[in-house]
């Protein structure tokens, strides 16, 4: 069930990379900070389900 709960909250960050790149901030904050911690919550996500 972890598993499935952060895969729902993956969209959270992405939402906020979106209005960081919707409000002309830095694309390196948008990818480094908010697509990273998506990317990662996905990866742990997948290891919870198939674990």
């Known amino acids: 069930m972890l598993g499935w709960l952060i895969l729902a909250s993956v ?3 992405l939402g906020d990379m979106v209005v960081v790149l919707g409000n002309e901030g830095p694309r ?3 990818f480094g900070v908010h697509g990273l911690t998506a990317a990662v919550m996905v990866v742990v996500a997948a290891i ?3 674990v």
Do not use: E, G
Request: hydrophobic residues 90%.
């Open 11 to 13: 969209f959270a960050p």
């Open 28 to 30: 390196a904050v948008a």
């Open 48 to 50: 919870l389900i198939l």
